[in-house]
Protein backbone atom coordinates (compact mmCIF):
# COMPACT_ATOMS: atom_id res chain seq x y z
CA UNK A 1 0.00 0.00 0.00
CA UNK A 2 1.42 3.78 -0.82
CA UNK A 3 1.01 6.66 0.85
CA UNK A 4 -1.60 8.77 -0.94
CA UNK A 5 -0.38 12.02 -1.44
CA UNK A 6 -2.42 15.54 0.33
CA UNK A 7 -3.71 13.44 2.93
CA UNK A 8 -1.77 13.95 6.01
CA UNK A 9 -2.94 15.34 8.72
CA UNK A 10 -1.29 17.53 12.03
CA UNK A 11 -1.67 16.20 15.20
CA UNK A 12 -3.19 18.78 17.01
CA UNK A 13 -5.26 17.75 19.87
CA UNK A 14 -4.26 14.39 19.28
CA UNK A 15 -5.43 13.14 23.10
CA UNK A 16 -8.69 14.96 22.70
CA UNK A 17 -11.64 12.11 23.51
CA UNK A 18 -14.22 13.61 20.40
CA UNK A 19 -11.42 13.14 17.90
CA UNK A 20 -12.91 15.21 15.30
CA UNK A 21 -10.42 13.95 12.71
CA UNK A 22 -12.32 10.59 13.02
CA UNK A 23 -15.42 11.92 13.19
CA UNK A 24 -14.93 13.69 9.96
CA UNK A 25 -14.45 10.26 8.28
CA UNK A 26 -17.27 8.98 9.34
CA UNK A 27 -19.72 9.17 5.75
CA UNK A 28 -22.11 12.15 6.02
CA UNK A 29 -25.10 9.78 5.67
CA UNK A 30 -24.09 7.45 8.55
CA UNK A 31 -27.37 6.72 10.78
CA UNK A 32 -26.03 3.93 12.92
CA UNK A 33 -22.77 4.58 13.94
CA UNK A 34 -20.93 2.00 16.59
CA UNK A 35 -17.82 3.75 18.47
CA UNK A 36 -15.70 0.61 19.92
CA UNK A 37 -13.95 1.80 22.82
CA UNK A 38 -16.05 4.20 23.43
CA UNK A 39 -14.78 5.36 26.85
CA UNK A 40 -16.76 7.96 28.57
CA UNK A 41 -18.27 8.69 25.22
CA UNK A 42 -16.86 12.12 23.72
CA UNK A 43 -16.54 11.31 20.36
CA UNK A 44 -20.21 9.93 19.91
CA UNK A 45 -21.87 12.87 21.94
CA UNK A 46 -19.99 14.99 19.88
CA UNK A 47 -20.97 13.74 16.46
CA UNK A 48 -24.41 13.34 18.14
CA UNK A 49 -24.49 17.22 18.65
CA UNK A 50 -23.07 17.58 15.11
CA UNK A 51 -25.38 15.76 13.23
CA UNK A 52 -28.66 15.10 15.91
CA UNK A 53 -30.14 12.37 13.15
CA UNK A 54 -27.55 9.76 14.28
CA UNK A 55 -27.76 7.00 16.72
CA UNK A 56 -24.59 5.54 18.47
CA UNK A 57 -24.16 3.01 20.11
CA UNK A 58 -20.45 2.37 22.17
CA UNK A 59 -18.65 -0.48 23.72
CA UNK A 60 -16.37 -0.31 26.50
CA UNK A 61 -14.46 -2.50 28.61
CA UNK A 62 -14.29 -0.19 31.85
CA UNK A 63 -17.64 0.36 33.51
CA UNK A 64 -17.07 3.19 35.48
CA UNK A 65 -16.85 4.74 31.80
CA UNK A 66 -18.98 2.86 30.10
CA UNK A 67 -21.24 4.48 32.93
CA UNK A 68 -20.95 8.05 31.66
CA UNK A 69 -21.11 7.06 28.11
CA UNK A 70 -24.77 5.88 28.76
CA UNK A 71 -25.76 8.91 29.46
CA UNK A 72 -24.42 10.37 26.55
CA UNK A 73 -25.22 8.01 23.86
CA UNK A 74 -28.17 5.53 22.52
CA UNK A 75 -26.92 2.50 23.91
CA UNK A 76 -23.62 1.27 25.77
CA UNK A 77 -22.74 -1.97 26.41
CA UNK A 78 -19.93 -3.45 28.52
CA UNK A 79 -17.72 -5.79 27.10
CA UNK A 80 -14.30 -7.08 26.37
CA UNK A 81 -13.41 -7.08 23.11
CA UNK A 82 -10.42 -10.19 23.42
CA UNK A 83 -13.65 -12.49 24.01
CA UNK A 84 -16.42 -10.71 22.54
CA UNK A 85 -18.39 -13.11 20.02
CA UNK A 86 -21.13 -10.79 19.17
CA UNK A 87 -22.89 -7.47 19.72
CA UNK A 88 -25.96 -7.64 21.53
CA UNK A 89 -28.66 -8.72 19.28
CA UNK A 90 -31.09 -6.26 19.61
CA UNK A 91 -28.68 -3.83 17.88
CA UNK A 92 -29.04 -2.78 14.36
CA UNK A 93 -26.39 -2.83 11.65
CA UNK A 94 -23.94 0.10 11.56
CA UNK A 95 -23.49 2.35 8.87
CA UNK A 96 -19.91 3.30 10.28
CA UNK A 97 -17.96 1.41 13.09
CA UNK A 98 -15.29 3.70 14.62
CA UNK A 99 -12.10 2.13 16.04
CA UNK A 100 -10.40 4.74 17.79
CA UNK A 101 -7.23 3.55 19.41
CA UNK A 102 -8.57 0.67 20.08
CA UNK A 103 -6.73 -2.34 17.93
CA UNK A 104 -3.28 -2.19 19.07
CA UNK A 105 -4.78 -3.10 22.52
CA UNK A 106 -6.15 -6.20 21.39
CA UNK A 107 -4.43 -9.96 21.69
CA UNK A 108 -6.21 -10.68 18.39
CA UNK A 109 -6.97 -7.71 16.67
CA UNK A 110 -8.10 -9.55 13.40
CA UNK A 111 -10.59 -11.55 14.87
CA UNK A 112 -12.15 -8.58 16.39
CA UNK A 113 -12.56 -6.77 12.71
CA UNK A 114 -14.34 -10.18 11.67
CA UNK A 115 -16.85 -9.88 14.62
CA UNK A 116 -17.50 -6.07 13.40
CA UNK A 117 -17.47 -6.86 9.68
CA UNK A 118 -20.46 -8.98 10.44
CA UNK A 119 -22.32 -5.82 11.64
CA UNK A 120 -22.23 -4.06 8.90
CA UNK A 121 -24.85 -2.44 6.98
CA UNK A 122 -24.42 -3.00 3.10
CA UNK A 123 -21.67 -0.02 2.39
CA UNK A 124 -21.23 0.69 5.46
CA UNK A 125 -16.95 1.21 6.74
CA UNK A 126 -15.21 0.51 9.70
CA UNK A 127 -13.69 3.70 10.36
CA UNK A 128 -9.87 3.47 12.52
CA UNK A 129 -6.71 5.29 13.97
CA UNK A 130 -3.90 3.10 14.33
CA UNK A 131 -0.51 4.00 15.24
CA UNK A 132 2.80 3.74 13.30
CA UNK A 133 5.92 1.82 14.92
CA UNK A 134 8.01 2.53 11.88
CA UNK A 135 7.89 6.25 12.91
CA UNK A 136 11.37 7.88 13.74
CA UNK A 137 10.47 8.23 17.78
CA UNK A 138 10.58 4.49 17.63
CA UNK A 139 13.35 3.70 15.26
CA UNK A 140 15.64 5.83 16.38
CA UNK A 141 16.48 5.39 20.56
CA UNK A 142 15.89 2.00 19.62
CA UNK A 143 18.96 2.38 16.49
CA UNK A 144 21.50 4.81 18.28
CA UNK A 145 20.19 4.28 21.83
CA UNK A 146 19.20 0.55 22.06
CA UNK A 147 16.40 1.35 23.85
CA UNK A 148 12.74 0.48 23.08
CA UNK A 149 11.21 2.26 25.89
CA UNK A 150 7.50 1.70 27.45
CA UNK A 151 5.48 4.82 28.68
CA UNK A 152 1.97 5.47 30.08
CA UNK A 153 0.65 6.81 26.18
CA UNK A 154 1.89 6.91 22.87
CA UNK A 155 3.49 4.72 20.59
CA UNK A 156 4.71 2.50 22.99
CA UNK A 157 1.86 2.62 25.34
CA UNK A 158 2.75 -0.33 27.47
CA UNK A 159 -1.08 -1.62 26.78
CA UNK A 160 -0.55 -2.39 23.43
CA UNK A 161 -0.06 -5.50 22.52
CA UNK A 162 0.35 -5.26 18.65
CA UNK A 163 2.27 -3.48 16.77
CA UNK A 164 1.18 -1.85 13.42
CA UNK A 165 3.16 -0.43 10.05
CA UNK A 166 1.45 0.62 6.80
CA UNK A 167 1.99 -2.83 5.27
CA UNK A 168 0.86 -4.61 8.49
CA UNK A 169 -2.40 -2.65 8.54
CA UNK A 170 -3.04 -3.61 4.90
CA UNK A 171 -2.35 -7.05 5.56
CA UNK A 172 -5.17 -7.36 8.62
CA UNK A 173 -7.72 -5.63 6.68
CA UNK A 174 -7.15 -7.64 3.43
CA UNK A 175 -7.74 -10.99 5.66
CA UNK A 176 -10.22 -9.65 7.47
CA UNK A 177 -11.77 -9.14 3.65
CA UNK A 178 -12.22 -4.96 4.59
CA UNK A 179 -10.64 -2.87 1.13
CA UNK A 180 -8.89 0.20 2.40
CA UNK A 181 -10.63 3.39 0.87
CA UNK A 182 -8.98 6.29 2.30
CA UNK A 183 -5.82 6.66 4.15
CA UNK A 184 -4.43 9.58 5.92
CA UNK A 185 -1.74 10.23 8.10
CA UNK A 186 -1.40 12.47 11.66
CA UNK A 187 2.22 13.63 10.74
CA UNK A 188 5.29 14.39 13.35
CA UNK A 189 7.70 14.99 10.72
CA UNK A 190 11.21 13.76 11.38
CA UNK A 191 13.76 16.49 12.05
CA UNK A 192 16.24 17.35 9.41
CA UNK A 193 19.46 16.23 11.76
CA UNK A 194 17.89 12.62 11.43
CA UNK A 195 17.90 12.44 7.53
CA UNK A 196 21.11 9.41 7.59
CA UNK A 197 18.10 7.35 8.75
CA UNK A 198 16.56 7.53 5.45
CA UNK A 199 19.31 7.49 3.72
CA UNK A 200 20.40 4.27 5.10
CA UNK A 201 16.68 3.13 3.98
CA UNK A 202 17.71 4.15 0.87
CA UNK A 203 20.85 2.48 0.44
CA UNK A 204 19.35 -0.49 1.57
CA UNK A 205 16.78 -0.53 -1.36
CA UNK A 206 13.71 1.27 0.03
CA UNK A 207 12.08 4.42 -2.14
CA UNK A 208 13.30 7.75 -0.33
CA UNK A 209 9.65 9.34 -0.24
CA UNK A 210 7.15 6.84 0.42
CA UNK A 211 9.91 6.00 3.25
CA UNK A 212 10.38 9.95 4.41
CA UNK A 213 6.06 10.09 4.63
CA UNK A 214 6.19 6.58 6.45
CA UNK A 215 8.90 7.63 9.21
CA UNK A 216 7.04 11.03 9.66
CA UNK A 217 3.51 9.33 10.21
CA UNK A 218 3.16 8.99 13.72
CA UNK A 219 -0.55 7.20 13.38
CA UNK A 220 -2.54 6.33 10.68
CA UNK A 221 -6.19 6.99 10.11
CA UNK A 222 -8.33 4.57 7.48
CA UNK A 223 -11.38 4.00 6.11
CA UNK A 224 -12.31 0.64 4.98
CA UNK A 225 -15.37 -1.18 3.57
CA UNK A 226 -16.54 -4.66 2.53
CA UNK A 227 -14.16 -6.14 -0.09
Known amino acids: MSMPAGVELKPQGYYEGSRQDLRNLIPADARIVLDVGCGRGALGAALKQDRPDVRVHGLEYVPDAAAVAAERLDDVFVADLDVLEAVPAHWEQFDAIVCGDVLEHLRDP ?44 GLLDRTHVHFFTL ?61
Open 110 to 153: ARVLRVLHGTLAPGGVIVASIPNIKHWTVLYPLLVHDRFRYEDA
Open 167 to 227: EEIDVMFTACSLKVQSLAAVVYEMPPQLAPLLTAAVALGADRTETAARLSAYQYLVVASAA
